[in-house]
């Protein structure tokens, strides 16, 4: 293998409106280590800060209104006190070189009134998540029964995506990311096991990814098409998600993004290298012209593949970047990766989160 095709991922990259110095993109992930109120805290700055020699951080998904939270100590993006910590955040990373990107999100049903002062949570359907229970502030407890939106209710939700973006826009943040993936809000809208409307937001395809793009196209015109993300993840299972048919999925919302010239296209595999998600991601390579991002079970050398063969323009890494703050320098120097300390995943604290070691300065030496 000549070192052209060994280092793509360090070659510069533009996705959309930004231009990336390589094609390592830092994957949301929730982390709470935010405030009761929702507040991003100094150690969080620290913890984005450390990363930002990737291409791109994306950040955890952060709450789009005051009725959005689903962990406790999430980060949200809706008032003013939020936008001024996150300003830290971006101001950090940008004058570390790094480019960063806000994901938005609504957790739709997969939250309880205990974590939005009592308030109901709503969704595509009005049946419950269907699994062992969920975490609140007072203990884990059943699934509750979501409020099925009316129809006269939906601008109201896109109405909280735009203000989102407007804020994450004045916080400094370089692009969003819209969050429909992973059995959240716009995912139970998008997969027709849990949509079982029967207004012009349910049934086929066209109708169920209907608020998706109504939410893109707010972000669009806040933003620029170029600076507008979308992360789906059509077999992915959590939070009691399926789809009968994941690649009409992908087809549909590809074209859909490829028509607008969405910024970047991410598809969220469980394991990337399952002849499924394959499948899926040839889908969406001969639709898309604009960027796609892979994510799922990668490593260095199976980024490297995907990004020669032309598959993706750029890799997203999570778990390695939870251990890894330079995750770049290691690939670069093939050196090897902190493990992952799961027990430290959700503890709040630095620990697990920003004291992960960097590679000892002398092992530059033998790069
Ligand atoms: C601790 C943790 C938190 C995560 N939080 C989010 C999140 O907020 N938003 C999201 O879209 N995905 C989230 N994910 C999924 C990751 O972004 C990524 O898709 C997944 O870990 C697979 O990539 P990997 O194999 O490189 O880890 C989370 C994953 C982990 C491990």
Redesign the pocket.
């Known amino acids: 293998m000549n070192n052209s095709v060994k280092d793509l991922l360090l070659t510069p990259v533009k996705l959309g409106d930004l231009q990336l110095r390589n094609r390592i993109v830092m994957?949301?992930?929730?982390?709470t280590r935010a405030t009761l109120a929702h507040v991003p805290t100094e150690l969080m700055v620290e913890h984005y800060v450390q990363r930002a020699s990737a291409g791109l951080i994306i950040t955890?998904?952060t709450m789009v209104s005051g009725t959005a939270s689903a962990f406790i100590t999430d980060p949200g993006i809706y008032n003013d006190a939020q936008l001024a910590q996150w300003r830290k955040v971006t101001d950090a990373v940008h004058a570390a070189g790094g480019l960063i990107a806000m994901?938005i999100?609504h957790p739709g049903r997969a939250t309880h009134p205990y974590n939005n002062d009592g308030v109901e949570s709503v969704s595509s359907t009005d049946r419950a998540i269907r699994d062992d229970g969920i975490n609140t502030l007072a203990g884990k407890v059943p699934q509750s029964k979501p409020r099925r939106l009316r129809i006269d209710e939906l601008p109201g939700i896109v109405a909280q995506f735009r203000k989102a973006a407007e804020n994450a826009k004045r916080a400094g943040f370089d692009a969003v990311q819209i969050?429909g993936?992973?059995g959240y809000l716009l995912d139970q809208f998008l997969r027709d096991s849990v949509n079982d409307r029967s207004d012009a937001y349910g049934g086929g395809i066209a109708n169920r990814a209907r608020l998706l793009f109504e939410v893109i196209d707010a972000a669009i015109e806040v933003y620029g098409a170029g600076r507008v993300g979308v992360?789906i993840s059509p077999l992915v299972p959590y939070n009691d998600v399926s789809d009968s048919d994941p690649a009409g999925v992908v087809r549909y919302v590809a074209e859909q993004f490829e028509k607008r010239r969405g910024g970047l296209f991410e598809l969220?595999h469980n394991q990337h290298t399952d002849p499924a998600e394959l499948e899926l991601a040839g889908i969406a390579r001969n639709i898309l012209t604009v960027p796609l991002l892979l994510?799922?079970?990668?490593t260095r050398e199976s980024g490297e593949a995907d990004v020669a063969s032309g598959l993706a323009d750029a890799v997203?890494?999570?778990?390695?970047y939870?251990a890894n703050p330079d995750l770049v320098e290691r690939f670069r120097l093939r050196a090897p990766l902190n493990d992952v300390d799961f027990s430290k995943?959700?503890a709040g604290g630095a620990s697990g989160y920003t004291d992960y070691a960097r590679l000892a300065e002398n092992s530059h030496e033998h790069a």
């Open positions: 994957s949301p992930m929730t982390r955890e998904c994901q999100w969050h993936a992973h992360r969220r994510n799922g079970g990668y997203v890494y999570g778990k390695p939870i995943l959700y």
